[in-house]
């Protein structure tokens, strides 16, 4: 059981509009950064997103990121059959004093 | 260009021991706090410890409190795992990560690729 929510799957067509939604609490979410993660299969986590919605150089526009209390979201636009991945949200967790991630959302580019 | 290269994983019996390796390059080591996370086959990402850049801050998950240790020698570059008592769900691909930001504002940017730790008899 993971400390933050996410849905195990989604799946959308290409060149539509999907977003992963995580949920978490005061000590992780409502009072640190939020990240994001793309797992390629066989490949390390990237990151994609920091600071709740900032994108580090080189990762595409068509991914941001947003956040509202102690839940954020990650949309990916224009979708392509390259972003089939595992997407991680991840954050500090004052209370646990350590990084607490979400169990990861598959995604299916139909 | 930026780097970690994890070493030292491979397979070891129930109650073993191994000490994992994460080589840093391309960047001032010494400035950065530094985190092991790892992976179980088919599973997500669990964080497993943190060292602050000057070893003052030291932090465990709760599942390997007292059994992993972790250090680093930042005249080598290098940050270490050193894990006793392990056990078969202790078996997973295990990752460095350099961490950023400033209170409230942290994130982990790099990524080495990995070392597999198996844990069986």
């Known amino acids: 059981q993971s400390v933050l929510t996410q849905p195990p799957s ?5 060149r539509q509009r999907v977003t992963i939604s995580c949920s978490g609490s005061s000590s992780n979410i409502g009072n640190n950064a939020v ?5 390629l299969p066989g490949k390390a986590p990237k990151l994609l997103i920091y600071y709740d ?13 947003s956040k509202s209390g102690t ?22 967790d004052d209370r646990l004093n350590g990084w607490v991630f979400g169990g990861g959302t598959k995604l299916t580019v139909l | 260009e930026v780097q970690l290269v994890e070493s030292g994983g491979g397979l070891v019996k129930p109650g073993g021991s191994l000490r994992l ?7 001032t080591f010494s400035s950065y706090s530094m985190n092991w996370v790892r992976q179980a086959p088919g599973k997500g990402l669990e964080w497993v410890s943190s060292i602050s850049s000057s070893s003052s801050y030291i932090y465990y998950a709760d599942s390997v409190k007292g059994r992993f240790t972790i250090s680093r020698d930042n005249a080598k570059n290098s940050l270490y795992l050193q894990m ?5 769900e202790d078996t997973a691909v295990y990752y460095c990560a350099r961490q950023l930001g400033i209170k409230y504002y942290y994130y982990m940017d790099v990524w ?5 730790v198996t844990v069986s008899s």
Do not use: H, M
Request: glycine share 10%; net charge negative.
């Open chain 2, 21 to 27: 390796s994460c080589a840093a390059s391309g960047f």
């Open chain 1, 35 to 39: 990240n994001w993660y793309q797992q």
């Open chain 1, 71 to 92: 839940s954020a979201s990650l949309a990916i636009s224009g979708l392509q059959s390259e972003d089939e991945a595992d997407y991680y949200c991840a954050a500090w």
């Open chain 2, 112 to 116: 080495g690729k990995g070392t597999t």
């Open chain 1, 53 to 65: 919605d900032l994108l580090p150089s080189g990762v595409s526009d068509r991914f941001s990121g």
């Open chain 1, 10 to 14: 989604v799946s959308e067509a290409p």
């Open chain 2, 84 to 88: 006793n008592s392990l056990r078969a």
